[in-house]
Structure formats: structure tokens, C-alpha cells
């Protein structure tokens, strides 16, 4: 089993920025991708960024050229830098891992982006 904590979402104006933090713990080293994953209110949960084992990274259109995925050298503690932030990144932010077997999901974190 594998346990995902999130943290650092809020409320921050049309332009900021926040980071998002999660941290795994549990069976952490069958993990083979780490990632985010946000759901706006009436939409489906939609890909943010992920990031693999060995740091290759994807992220929406949406979000290129203004967030980044990152992780610490111990791999299991991700992060995702908001920059440029606009009123349709309001949502709630999944942090998301996988293994071989199955995947997880954080409790969630809200981002509200006010106009």
C-alpha cells in the first residue's frame, strides 16, 4: 500500500503562484510514476503532469511553459510549481501514484484562482 499526503493549495489571485507538495510513504519503492491529476467543479478529472522513476516528465497544454513537476532525490516527494496562474486552474489537485500493480490517489488539495 501506498499512502500520498498533499499540501500547499489556496486561494491566490489571477497571475500567482502557488507549489503543491506530496509525499509518499508505504510501499514506496514499487512506485514507478508520481503525478497530478486536477478536477474542476462539473468536470471530469483531467492529466496535470507526471513525473517517472528517472525524471522524464509530461505535462498538459494547458499548463506548459507555466507549471513544473519536479520530485526530490529520493524520489518520492513530488511537486508541482504554479506559475502564471489563471481563473480556469481552479480546481481540486489529485496527487497520483502507480506501480506495477495499481495505482493510488492523495486526499486532494484545493486551488482557487480568483479574477
Known amino acids: 500500500q501506498v499512502q500520498l499526503v498533499e499540501s500547499g493549495g489556496g486561494l491566490v489571485q489571477a497571475g500567482g503562484s502557488l507549489r503543491l507538495s506530496c509525499a509518499a510513504s508505504?510501499?514506496?519503492?514499487?512506485?514507478?510514476?508520481m503525478g497530478w491529476y486536477r478536477q474542476a467543479p462539473g468536470k471530469q478529472r483531467e492529466l496535470v503532469a507526471t513525473i517517472t522513476n528517472g525524471g522524464t516528465t509530461n505535462l498538459a497544454d494547458s499548463v506548459k511553459g507555466r507549471f513544473t513537476i519536479s520530485r526530490t532525490n529520493a524520489k518520492y516527494t513530488v511537486y508541482l510549481q504554479m506559475n502564471s496562474l489563471k481563473p480556469e486552474d481552479t480546481a481540486v489537485y489529485y496527487c497520483?501514484?502507480?506501480?506495477?500493480?495499481?495505482?493510488?490517489w492523495g486526499q486532494g488539495t484545493q486551488v482557487t484562482v480568483s479574477s
Open positions: 497520483t501514484a502507480a506501480t506495477l500493480r495499481r495505482g493510488y
Open positions: 508505504g510501499s514506496i519503492f514499487e512506485i514507478n510514476v
